[in-house]
């Protein structure tokens, strides 16, 4: 098992919303893809029925802290500074997948975008936009 591997495990086993929604990731070289298996207690519109906005944006943004944790080496979990959110389509009751694209990491601020989508990555249903403060290693 990889360094990156192993951070990884170790982030999202930190968490317990990470652990409640049964979020997982798989790391493929350095691309990492965060899963959200579909449960009926991430329902949030039980008519349609729909994933919850809150369970898609903690989702979206776990994923961004899992990128900057496997990307990264640092002595603690990012905080975050602020996030947007970009709600495209309802999110079905369907497995949901996201990866993040760290855009800059500076001495002390990550910029990260994280796009999720279900059936295909061309139609993304939510997309994520955020900043997270860092303390490295040396801190």
């Known amino acids: 098992m990889s360094d990156a591997d192993t951070r990884l495990i170790a982030m999202l086993g930190s968490i317990p919303y990470a652990r409640f929604i049964g979020m ?25 029925p729909a994933i919850h906005g809150g369970v898609l944006g903690a989702f979206m943004e776990m994923t961004a802290l899992a990128q900057l944790s496997v ?14 959110i970009e709600y495209l389509r309802s999110g079905r009751p369907l497995t949901t997948f996201a990866r993040a694209q760290i ?29 997270f403060l860092l303390t490295s290693a040396e801190d």
Do not use: C
Request: hydrophobic share 40%.
């Open 103 to 131: 855009k800059k990491v500076g001495r002390r601020i990550a910029n990260v975008h994280v796009e999720a989508w279900q059936e295909q990555r061309a139609a993304p249903i939510a997309a994520l936009r955020g900043h």
């Open 71 to 84: 990307a990264e080496p640092l002595k603690r979990q990012p905080r975050t500074i602020d996030v947007s």
């Open 24 to 48: 997982r990731a798989e790391l493929a070289g350095d691309e990492m893809t965060a899963i959200l298996p579909f449960s009926d207690h991430s329902v949030g519109n039980p008519m349609l």
